[in-house]
Protein backbone atom coordinates (compact mmCIF):
# COMPACT_ATOMS: atom_id res chain seq x y z
CA UNK A 1 0.00 0.00 0.00
CA UNK A 2 0.86 3.11 -0.89
CA UNK A 3 0.59 6.36 1.10
CA UNK A 4 -0.29 9.56 -1.69
CA UNK A 5 2.74 12.29 -1.45
CA UNK A 6 2.35 15.07 0.77
CA UNK A 7 4.85 17.85 0.98
CA UNK A 8 5.83 19.70 4.72
CA UNK A 9 5.72 17.08 7.75
CA UNK A 10 4.76 13.46 7.05
CA UNK A 11 2.15 11.91 9.43
CA UNK A 12 0.82 8.84 10.12
CA UNK A 13 2.78 5.97 10.81
CA UNK A 14 5.21 6.43 8.04
CA UNK A 15 6.89 9.35 9.43
CA UNK A 16 5.06 9.89 13.21
CA UNK A 17 5.26 14.01 12.42
CA UNK A 18 8.74 13.88 11.37
CA UNK A 19 9.86 16.41 8.93
CA UNK A 20 11.10 14.80 5.51
CA UNK A 21 14.88 16.05 6.42
CA UNK A 22 14.38 14.93 9.70
CA UNK A 23 12.53 11.52 8.51
CA UNK A 24 16.24 11.14 6.03
CA UNK A 25 18.40 11.63 8.95
CA UNK A 26 16.24 8.24 10.46
CA UNK A 27 16.51 6.53 7.11
CA UNK A 28 20.26 7.23 7.43
CA UNK A 29 20.85 6.15 10.87
CA UNK A 30 19.22 3.26 9.39
CA UNK A 31 21.49 2.65 6.68
CA UNK A 32 24.73 2.81 8.98
CA UNK A 33 23.81 0.66 11.09
CA UNK A 34 23.34 -1.82 8.86
CA UNK A 35 26.87 -1.16 6.96
CA UNK A 36 28.44 -0.84 10.65
CA UNK A 37 26.54 -4.90 11.60
CA UNK A 38 27.59 -6.18 8.13
CA UNK A 39 31.82 -6.75 8.83
CA UNK A 40 30.46 -9.05 11.84
CA UNK A 41 28.69 -11.56 10.01
CA UNK A 42 29.93 -14.68 8.94
CA UNK A 43 27.94 -15.34 6.17
CA UNK A 44 28.79 -13.18 2.57
CA UNK A 45 24.92 -13.62 1.97
CA UNK A 46 23.99 -12.05 4.76
CA UNK A 47 26.83 -9.32 4.69
CA UNK A 48 25.69 -8.91 1.16
CA UNK A 49 21.99 -8.24 2.09
CA UNK A 50 23.23 -5.71 4.77
CA UNK A 51 24.94 -3.78 2.57
CA UNK A 52 21.91 -3.84 0.04
CA UNK A 53 19.50 -2.59 2.85
CA UNK A 54 22.17 -0.27 3.95
CA UNK A 55 21.91 1.17 -0.21
CA UNK A 56 17.80 1.01 0.47
CA UNK A 57 17.85 3.05 3.27
CA UNK A 58 19.82 5.49 1.38
CA UNK A 59 17.73 5.62 -1.35
CA UNK A 60 14.80 6.61 0.82
CA UNK A 61 16.50 9.11 2.21
CA UNK A 62 17.46 11.16 -0.63
CA UNK A 63 13.82 10.29 -1.85
CA UNK A 64 12.95 12.23 1.24
CA UNK A 65 15.13 15.04 0.81
CA UNK A 66 14.28 15.70 -2.28
CA UNK A 67 10.65 15.39 -2.59
CA UNK A 68 9.74 16.46 0.83
CA UNK A 69 7.94 13.30 1.43
CA UNK A 70 8.15 9.70 2.28
CA UNK A 71 7.10 6.29 0.60
CA UNK A 72 4.83 4.21 2.85
CA UNK A 73 6.91 0.62 3.82
CA UNK A 74 4.48 -2.36 4.80
CA UNK A 75 4.84 -3.23 8.54
CA UNK A 76 5.75 -7.05 6.87
CA UNK A 77 7.20 -7.72 3.55
CA UNK A 78 4.11 -10.22 3.24
CA UNK A 79 1.71 -6.83 2.86
CA UNK A 80 0.45 -5.93 -0.08
Known sequence: MRVPARRGVVKGRVG???SPAD???RYREHAADCV???P???DPANK???LEM???WLRLADH???NGDAIALPDSPYET
Do not use: P
Request: aromatic share 0%; with cysteine.
Open 16 to 18: MGM
Open 36 to 38: KIA
Open 48 to 50: LSL
Open 54 to 56: ARS
Open 23 to 25: LAA
Open 40 to 42: GCS
Open 64 to 66: AEK
